[in-house]
């Protein structure tokens, strides 16, 4: 699995997850970003697939803001 973390559609950072077991793989990664209003921000697969079985569906995604202009 291969998903990007995107700025108003550019990529700014990327995790990959390797394909070493069959029934799990995880990736993980962290940026800090200076956004703006207005500034979209979203995750992308952009390779492999996410999936699990029916209770195993799990993601996360977090954001803080450090501080404010």
Not at 11 to 40: C, F, K, M, T, W
Not at 49 to 68: E, P, Q, R
Request: glycine share 8%.
């Amino acid at each position: 699995m291969w998903a990007d973390l995107c700025k108003n559609n550019q990529v700014r950072a990327s995790a990959i997850a390797q394909d070493a077991d069959q029934n799990y793989d995880y990736a993980s990664n962290s940026a800090v970003l200076h956004l703006e209003p207005g500034d979209e921000i979203y995750i992308k697969l952009d390779g492999g697939k996410a999936h699990g079985g029916n209770n195993n569906k799990y993601s996360t995604f977090s954001g803080f803001i450090i501080y404010v202009d």
